[in-house]
């Protein structure tokens, strides 16, 4: 059974390949384009803009994760995503909030989201396992170890993708046994959360496998660090903001393992890479 949010995401969708979730940080600090939507009226702007490229998901959060960041408190958070969410849901969006906090996520529903992307997959906050199984909402279970203030220091792996599938399993049966339904559930691998580029690297190349568990998958490869740095020399690493096209190239890569979402900064690249790799698709060699 697809949860009837999904249904809809994928009616608004309306073509073939994976939904593209475009990404507005309303923070000052994350890695990719803090600051740039920190005020309010910006973020909403940018959120339609991201419709408008190709977008059928918004994803709005108010934490960076980037490796070394502090938490703002939950109130900022709140100040920071509430009204965001409303404006871009009254506008017919379908929202998703980016935290890990329960009291932001269930803010967020009140205030017209549909979705609660959690990068902590529950771990990070004790009452979001119960509040995903009252609320019925899409819960996104990413891959993680560790708040960003120390989480490189936990990238070991001897099979990156046998244990990042693992782990994945283990917070899922957490939250069914909190009483959330297998419907409500999407995996995410967690790219460059506790990873190094190699670990990264290899959760792409593996992706079949992650799709085979049997849940929708979230992809997030955007701007981070392993695509700046591909193909360059040590130290030499492209901008965060010339990275759509290296980005655009592992949504292809997502599009052909069947993965059901892509959550990217730069929209029309990934767009355009999602229709070459689904026209491909569509043929015999
Ligand atoms: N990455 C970031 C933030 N949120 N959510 C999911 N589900 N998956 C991700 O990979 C992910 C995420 C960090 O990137 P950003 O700070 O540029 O948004």
Redesign the pocket.
Known sequence: MTHPVLARIATAHGRPGPVV?G?V?V?PD?????GRWIETDAAIAHGHQLVAEGATVV?V?GE???PGAQRPSEAEELRRVVPVVKALAADGIAV?V?TMRARVAEAALEAGGVII???SGGLADPAMPALVAASGAPF?V?HWRGHAHDMQTKAEYADVVAEVCAEMIARVDMLLAAGASRDQL?L??????AKTAEHNWHLLAGLERVVDLGYPV???????GFLGSVGRAPGEERPLDARAVVTAATSARAARAGVWCV?V?DVSATVDAIDVATALGEVQP
């Open positions: 979730m990404v940080n923070t994350s890695f990719s384009d803090g994803d959060g960076s994760t980037r998703s980016d992307n959690d990068v996104v990413m999407v995410d691998p967690g790219i460059g959360f979230l992809l997030g490869t955007s701007r981070k959550r900064h």
